[in-house]
């Protein structure tokens, strides 16, 4: 009788905890998609400096073509070169994606992306559509992209067999 009244005593310790877990999961991954909203935000007015602030300090991305960034600053001047030219005056729109939790203050965000109204340098334009992974960390009690790498899928007739 005793080890049952202990476990039961276990089981409903335990639980608060849990649910307490749940909320703040569920709260981290409003977090995380209120980033991509408001990167999507600053995209569409083609502010640099606004999507970039979205990364942590020594984040990185590397472009669809391959364009590596280290750090805010070239990320920033990365994001202004493709507002000038082949996004200047697009919006951005993501899928909801998926979010996985690594640990509770690492995660990792898939998700699909749409850009209409691209103007790649053939001068044709064009509605790109990708795939981009994100590695999101948790500091001071705010979620940073990490690293992100964004691509565009190769059409199956081009893809290498």
């Known amino acids: 009788m005793k080890k049952i009244l202990t476990a039961s005593i276990l089981i409903l310790l335990a639980l608060p905890a849990g649910v307490a877990d749940a909320k703040d999961q569920a709260s981290d991954e409003a977090a995380i998609r209120k980033v991509f909203a408001d990167f999507a935000e600053a995209w569409g007015r083609d ?17 669809p073509p391959g364009r590596r960034a280290n ?4 990320i920033e001047k990365m994001f202004a070169d493709e507002h000038a030219t082949v996004f200047k005056g ?18 990792v965000f898939t998700s699909d992306y ?36 964004p691509m565009v899928p190769v059409p199956t007739s081009r893809a290498v067999k």
Not at 47 to 63: L, P, Q
């Open 47 to 63: 502010d640099a400096k606004s999507m970039a602030s979205h990364w942590a300090v020594d984040g990185d991305v590397i472009n």
């Open 71 to 74: 750090g805010r600053a070239e």
């Open 90 to 107: 697009t919006h951005i729109t993501f899928s909801e994606g998926t979010i996985h939790f690594v640990k509770p203050d690492v995660a």
């Open 114 to 149: 749409e850009i209409p109204g691209a103007h790649p340098p053939n001068g044709a334009e064009m509605t790109m559509k990708g795939i981009v992974t994100s590695v999101m960390v948790k500091k001071n009690g705010k979620w940073w992209t990490l690293s992100a790498r």
